[in-house]
């Protein structure tokens, strides 16, 4: 029998093959997310909940160099993400759920646009993780580069690709794989997350290590606000002078 | 929100703080890199293995006290460079072999010096810039001289106000900074400088064979090593003066004029900035990339150029090694009406375009732009020069740049060694490399002796004749 054989026959049996069943334990996408949202603590733990402050630690490996980040976050859709590195500056990426926007030292203050706003508005809405299920049109079965891992690619029509895989046992995030959008191009990286622990209902990953090309940063949470005071006009478009 | 993370920040953390190394000079000593024709390997490569079991290495006996550092330094530089070199075939260098050949030697050095100089001929290998390291014990013979010659005041680090240059073939003055020690000691352009801090001055490196450009590079580059100390140090100089007569002075190193900038683990930095005008036309002159007061010092001058209406902008990058390579996307995007791309930073997997765009909080200055270089032009003075050259938005003259062009990283690694290594290339948006080739002027201006005797600067009078001459034609 030659190779032309085998593979006629392989495809004939798929064809025949019932959905769901050629691996009892085999789960949909949409199983191992529903699996994580109800891990990591689930929508309760929101409910009350309007607006979130999340304050970071960044330290650049083998550089000697740390800095600080800011993440609000609001249920009606607006968002400020804020990273400062010495010297560097400062890099500011916000919506006021209607226009995104960002300003850094590079490339000035810009309204986001396509792929970048896209890849902005997903990573930072409000219950992101807890969404990914409805936010990702796209969802399919990746390979894992561990038995203990499963992994789902997610994807819109607007930005790359990511790649999440999840522990088998204890259902939280492991990594996640993806490029990351500006107007430089296309840079690919890796998040590991690790240091769980449970705070205010929600499994946290409190440490994450990031690797972005041949940069490797290490990325602490240093604490968790609820509802802060917060002032709209943050959110919006600074007025150009 | 279990992720509490933004995957956006990752290109800008890249390409501003990896960028950073994207400098000749500054953290390294030797700017010229390794390059050693006589040290490349020409057997058949075989391809980087990490996790290749090290060549059998005996247990060697050494007295420094650094000595069991070393293996732990040495795999670790190997393993970092094999790893994150944007060529994964190290062009074409059998890394392994590579390893064969200078671990052992490495091991067993008699000191720290010679350890780090096997080290280094180790990174020379590849024949690239911004390859360097150095660590605990390290001591050129340089620095050595550098505290001969130093009282020890400590402090910040201090200069006299010169600047010394090959002209000619020989170590020149070529600038005395207003006001300086060197000015008050009567110091001008135009001196020749035959010893300097009690050893001749010289353009070729001890044991590499330098490009004609790195040697005048090397030369600067030891005269301004040997110019630096603690503020309040004093140097001893000879020379020959404009009348040809021999001379002999003590220079007191001045207190650093720019502010202090600490960074990583980079030494603390003071560049220099400087806003002149010559009639209606701006000069910008600064001799590091750094973002910060920096970045914000060259801007505003910009916008001031731009409220005015100058016709002209002279960005004087002579003498700038580099830094900060994003800081080019920063300033070339001031000067810029339309999305205009510097080039392409080509990392092991992926790529970064260097691309100055317009942006809502920044209006261009649109008069003419001439950018200056010489032989200590490098890395992102040439990302910036070529980038705006080729898009035909500014016009380069003075002297060809260094041709060191490689973004880089600095790391530190066990033992508290630092390695500077190599991330990327980069090349023009006509897919011209600019490692080893540098940036060709537009106009080339050879400087001569008499000139500056004369009090001349013929690069700039060169520039400010062809802003000057562009407004004639506009009038007409």
Redesign the interface.
């Known amino acids: 029998m030659n190779i032309r054989n085998i593979t006629a026959i392989a495809i004939a049996l798929s064809l025949f093959a019932p959905v769901g069943t050629a691996n009892a334990a085999e789960r949909t996408p949409d199983d191992i997310l529903r699996d994580y949202e109800k891990a990591?603590?689930g929508t309760n733990p929101?409910k009350k909940r309007k607006a979130?402050r999340?304050r970071?630690v960044?330290s650049?490996r083998?550089?000697?160099?740390q800095g600080a980040?800011e993440?609000i976050?609001t249920k009606g859709g607006a968002f400020l993400?804020v990273?400062e590195?010495?010297?560097?500056?400062k890099?500011t990426?916000a919506s006021n759920g209607k226009v995104i926007w960002s300003?850094?030292?590079?490339?000035?203050?810009?309204?986001l646009e396509g792929n970048?706003a896209d890849?902005?508005r997903l990573?930072?809405m409000w219950?992101?993780?807890?969404r990914l299920r409805t936010v990702y049109p796209t969802r399919k079965i990746a390979p894992s580069e561990t038995t203990a891992e499963e992994c789902v690619e997610l994807a819109t029509k607007g930005s790359p690709p990511i790649v999440r895989c999840f522990d088998k046992q204890t259902h939280?995030?492991t990594t996640?794989k993806?490029?990351?959008?500006?107007?430089?191009?296309?840079?690919?990286?890796l998040?590991k997350?690790l240091d769980y622990a449970l705070q205010d209902g929600?499994?946290?990953?409190r440490r994450?290590e990031?690797s972005?090309?041949?940069?490797m940063?290490d990325?602490r949470?240093e604490g968790?606000e609820w509802d802060p005071k917060l002032n709209p006009s943050i959110f919006k478009?600074?007025k150009?002078? | 929100?279990?992720?509490?993370?933004?995957?956006?920040?990752?290109?800008?953390?890249?390409?501003?703080?990896?960028g950073l190394g994207a400098c000749a000079g500054r953290a390294g000593k030797d700017p010229t890199g390794g390059a050693d024709p006589a040290g490349a390997i020409e057997t058949q490569p075989a391809p980087f293995s990490p996790t290749a079991p090290p060549p059998s290495t005996p247990e060697i006996e050494n007295r420094s006290p650094y000595a069991s550092s070393r293996g732990a330094i040495f795999d670790a530089a190997w393993r970092t460079v094999g790893e994150?070199h944007y060529d994964k075939a190290l062009g074409g260098v059998d890394w392994n072999a590579a390893k064969e050949k200078y671990r052992n030697l490495a091991l067993g050095a008699p000191d720290e010096p010679t350890f780090y100089r096997v080290m280094n001929d180790l990174l020379g290998e590849l024949r690239q810039s911004h390859l360097f390291i150095t660590g605990p014990g390290d001591e050129n013979p340089l620095d050595a001289l550098e505290k001969d010659n130093s009282t020890s005041a400590g402090g910040d680090p201090g200069n006299p106000g010169i600047v010394i240059r090959d002209i000619e073939g020989k170590p020149t003055i070529t600038r005395v900074r207003p006001g300086s020690s060197a000015a008050r000691a009567g110091m001008r352009p135009g001196f020749i400088v035959t010893n300097l801090g009690g050893r001749p001055l010289t353009a070729h490196h001890p044991r590499r064979t330098l490009r004609p450009i790195e040697q005048r590079f090397y030369l600067r580059r030891t005269a301004d090593r040997l110019l630096q100390g603690p503020a309040g140090s004093r140097i001893t100089i000879r020379y020959i003066d404009n009348a040809d007569r021999p001379a002999e002075a003590t220079l007191t190193r001045d207190a650093p004029t720019g502010k202090v900038?600490?960074?990583?683990?980079l030494p603390a930095l003071y560049p220099e900035f400087r806003a002149d005008q010559a009639g209606d036309i701006g000069i910008i002159a600064f001799d590091f990339f750094?973002?910060?007061d920096l970045?914000d010092q060259i801007t505003t001058t910009i916008d001031k150029h731009r409220v005015a209406k100058t016709p002209g902008l002279i960005l004087d990058l002579r003498g700038n090694p580099g830094g900060?390579a994003?800081m080019a996307?920063?300033i070339a995007?001031r000067l810029v009406s339309k999305k205009t791309s510097l080039g392409t930073m080509q990392?092991?997997?992926?790529?970064?375009?260097?691309?100055a765009?317009?942006?809502?909080?920044?209006k261009p200055y649109t008069g003419k732009v001439v950018i200056l270089t010489d032989e200590g032009s490098a890395s992102t003075s040439e990302i910036l020069a070529a980038g705006l050259q080729e898009a035909k938005r500014a016009t380069v003259v003075g002297g060809m740049t260094l041709g060191a062009a490689l973004p880089s990283?600095?790391?530190?690694l066990p033992g508290g060694a630092i390695l500077q290594y190599v991330?990327a290339d980069f090349r023009t948006p006509a897919g011209v490399l600019l490692e080893g080739r540098g940036v060709q002027p537009d106009r080339i201006v050879i400087e001569s002796r008499r000139a500056l005797q004369e009090g001349h600067d013929p690069v700039l009078e060169t520039a400010l004749d062809l802003i000057r001459a562009r407004k004639d034609n506009v009038r007409k």
Not at chain 1, 62 to 65: A, R, T
Not at chain 2, 261 to 265: I, L, S, T
Not at chain 2, 357 to 362: E, F, K, R, W
């Open positions: 990591s603590g929101w979130v999340i970071q960044v650049l083998g550089m000697n160099l980040g993440t976050q993400v990273q590195l010495p010297v560097v500056g890099l990426k300003q850094d030292k590079i490339n000035g203050l810009r309204i970048e890849q902005a990573e930072s219950q992101a993780d807890l939280l995030a996640m993806g490029t990351a959008v500006s107007p430089q191009g296309e840079t690919p990286y998040v997350f929600i499994m946290l990953s994450q990031v972005a090309g041949p940069a940063l990325i949470l968790i478009l600074p150009v002078k | 929100m279990p992720s509490p993370f933004r995957p956006t920040v990752f290109a800008w953390f890249l390409l501003s703080a990896v994150k900038v600490r960074f990583g683990n750094m973002m910060g970045l900060m994003a996307i920063s995007s990392f092991r997997d992926h790529e970064n375009h260097f691309v765009t317009t942006s809502l909080d920044v990283a600095i790391e530190q991330i």
